[in-house]
């Protein structure tokens, strides 16, 4: 396993090189570069997107679409999985540096895993934490593009 670990840490090696931009010193994602080069054009402001492997989408898992979130999303509030280490200044950074937007406000909720039944045998689904994430007015975000 020695061989084969070093053989894909110099595979991801090779695509962080290729995903820093020498010219700024900053991580940008590649179709980030052809985005912001067709812009340059038109002198648009375009917010340079965070490194997919980055601390801020450790930290929020995924957009939580349920009915009662969706409904939330009218009062600017959006629904987030996060990491049970996160807090509420991780979780406001990460918001900021993923979509650009601050938030007003932050709420934080340790959802505890229900006990369920298959057939004879018991389990226990897991235990997650969920943000609540309101954003000023005005503001919003795009989390159901492509759906």
């Given amino acids: 396993m020695g061989l084969l670990d070093k053989w894909t840490k110099k595979k991801k090696e090779e695509q962080l090189k290729e995903v820093v931009d020498t010219d700024k010193n900053q991580t ?18 375009v917010i340079a ?17 349920t009915e009662k979130a969706t409904i939330a999303e009218s009062g600017n509030k959006y629904s987030f999985l996060v990491t049970k280490e996160a807090n509420k200044t991780s979780i406001i950074e990460a918001i900021e540096k993923v979509y650009g937007v601050k938030p007003r406000s932050v709420r934080v909720i340790n959802v505890q895993g229900k006990t369920v039944r298959f057939g004879k045998s018991y389990g226990r689904r897991s235990d997650f934490k969920k943000a609540i994430v309101t954003l000023p007015k005005g503001k919003s975000l795009n989390l159901h593009e492509g759906v």
């Fill in 28 to 45: 940008v994602a590649p179709v980030a570069k052809k985005a912001t080069e067709k812009t340059e054009e038109a002198k648009a402001v």
């Fill in 49 to 65: 997107p965070v490194a997919p492997k980055s601390l801020a989408y450790k930290i929020l898992i995924r957009p939580l679409v």
